[in-house]
Nanobody
Framework: QVQLVESGGGLVQAGGSLRLSCAAS????????VGWFRRVPGKEREFVAAISWSAETIYYGDSVKGRFTISRDNVKNTVYLQMNSLKPEDTAVYYC?????????????????WGQGTQVTVSS
């Protein structure tokens, strides 16, 4: 069974940076696509970024383009989300998720495994 563990969240001032990590168990990690989503209480889950198994296909949500970068290290079974120029509106719980089909997607339903989330808080 695949397990995902997010880390790297915390409190940062506006304009600052954080790097989130999504560590996965399982030997088939390198064949999975991974997505990052975020949720604010009372709002819909929002797509942030996604990367295919080969890293050849990458998508970003409109609100984070040019500020966030997704990458993966298949040797370490880890996907990263580098977040720069953070804004208060980036405050949310961030979740990573795996798509066994290996295809990057902006749609939550495409992902079969989800982590527990990590809180990111950006102060103004």
């Amino acid at each position: 069974q695949v397990q995902l563990v997010e880390s790297g969240g915390g409190l940062v001032q506006a304009g600052g940076s954080l790097r989130l990590s999504c560590a996965a168990s399982g030997r088939t990690f390198s064949t999975y696509a991974v997505g990052w989503f975020r949720r604010v209480p009372g709002k819909e889950r929002e797509f942030v970024a996604a990367i295919s198994w080969s890293a050849e296909t990458i998508y970003y949500g409109d609100s984070v383009k040019g500020r966030f970068t997704i990458s993966r290290d298949n040797v370490k079974n880890t996907v990263y989300l580098q977040m720069n120029s953070l804004k208060p509106e980036d405050t949310a719980v961030y979740y990573c998720a795996q798509n066994p089909a290996g295809i990057a997607s902006t749609i939550p339903a495409a992902y079969g495994y989800w982590g527990q989330g990590t809180q990111v808080t950006v102060s103004s």
